[in-house]
């Protein structure tokens, strides 16, 4: 039987992450394997807030898969709000996207497919019931095809 998705959110979680001056290459912006880092930190804080209640310490959840998408460079000085949201919940994984902006600009676009690790065994394991109710909760379907058109041609 499929699982319903019921989520009253209409605007995803927001995190605002502090650029570094550590994060810029020779170039003067933030360096692209350090775009991953913030990611991280964004997925972290929502995260906190998404999960609250449930139990996941004892059960790690790892990257499967990562999609990055540079709008615009990012320099040091404003940070950057990143907005998180679930586009999908799987058996075994989920997917979670991200727009980032910086001083009101685009910057980034990408997802990640998080998979939830059997703290014994190593290999994926199924989310339960909790997990799929938190993860629900944060499920936005049509936000990345807004977030696309309003790329537009660049």
Known sequence: MPHARRSSLT??????????????????HVNNARVATLLEEARLAWRAQALTG????????????LQLSFRRPIEFG????????VS?????SYTLHYSGKQAGHPVLDASTVM???????????LLDAEERSSLDRWFIAD???QRQQQKGTA
């Open 143 to 145: 936000a990345m095809p």
């Open 88 to 92: 999908r919940v799987g058996s075994t």
């Open 54 to 65: 449930y139990d996941h310490v004892d059960s790690p959840t790892v990257v499967a898969a």
């Open 78 to 85: 404003p940070a950057v709000e990143i907005d998180v949201w």
């Open 115 to 125: 998979v939830p690790v059997h703290p014994v065994h190593g290999t994926a394991r």
């Open 11 to 28: 605007e995803p979680f927001r995190a605002r992450v502090a650029v570094r001056w550590s994060d810029q290459d020779l170039n003067g």
